[in-house]
């Protein structure tokens, strides 16, 4: 009798054990493959809008490049990598990339980071999900004077601002419009905030153009910020 609860006993903690360790697989295999995913879709976003903006580049100047049947068409005078102002807007570029609009690029060398940045007007947790997003309030367009706030999730598998925390004062952000402009920041600040800190969003950069990145800390209690300005 007692021979066989203890065989019953081993036979549960078995079975309990063999449910753990396929959970844990099936969790790790998830997560492995959503970030294949996620870099492989993303890496198919830029090089489309990089490839497009290279196209506008190459117009003679005066001329102007309708963007996949888009009603605005840009105006390519002053297109180049100074920073000047073109009459194009962010608000599309026919690039999708899951299901939004492609506003622009960033990239952080210093953690390989390499994404597309889309325009979420809603700030939707599914697009957050996919994508570094452009958050409202701030700055309507990107590499415009004041605040630009970009939001990314910490998947703590190296996507996207995972490994925000290893970002230093002096590291270069490289932010790419839709106009073709490439502006490089610099990272002067990073700190840990509560959750229900939005201050960054709104903080006045006295007419320069400045990011705030803000993502979870690896435990999700609070949030990384990152502020960086253009030099």
């Known amino acids: 009798m ?27 295999g998830i ?24 196209q506008i580049a ?8 309708d963007l996949n049947g888009l009603s605005d068409s840009i105006d390519v005078n002053g297109l180049g990598q100074d920073g000047s102002t073109t009459q194009a807007s962010n608000e599309g570029t026919g690039v999708k990339y899951m299901g939004y609009d492609v506003i622009g690029t960033i ?12 325009a979420d007007y809603e700030m939707s947790i599914n697009a957050m999900n996919v994508a ?38 002096g590291d270069k952000i490289y932010i790419t419009d839709n106009t073709g402009r490439k502006i490089t920041y610099e990272i002067y600040k990073k700190y840990e905030t509560s959750t229900s800190d939005s201050e960054y969003m709104t903080r006045d950069t006295n007419g320069k153009r400045e990011l ?18 253009e030099v």
């Open 2 to 28: 007692v021979k066989n609860r203890y065989s019953k006993s081993l036979t549960i903690i078995l079975v309990i054990v063999i449910i753990a360790i396929v959970g844990l697989l099936i969790y790790f």
């Open 212 to 229: 705030s990145l803000s993502t979870c800390t690896d435990d999700t209690r609070k949030r990384l910020i990152i502020w960086a300005r």
């Open 132 to 169: 570094i997003v452009k958050m409202y309030p701030g700055t309507i367009d990107l590499n415009e004077p004041g605040n630009t706030v970009l939001v990314g999730h910490n998947y703590r598998n190296g996507t996207f601002f995972s490994n925000n925390k290893r970002l230093e004062n």
């Open 58 to 65: 190459s117009l003679p100047q005066g001329n102007a490049l």
């Open 107 to 118: 990239e952080i060398p210093a953690t390989d980071v390499k994404y597309p940045i889309v």
């Open 31 to 54: 997560d492995v493959y959503r970030k294949y995913y996620i870099e492989r879709a993303a890496g198919d976003a830029v090089k489309e809008f990089e490839d497009q903006m290279n």
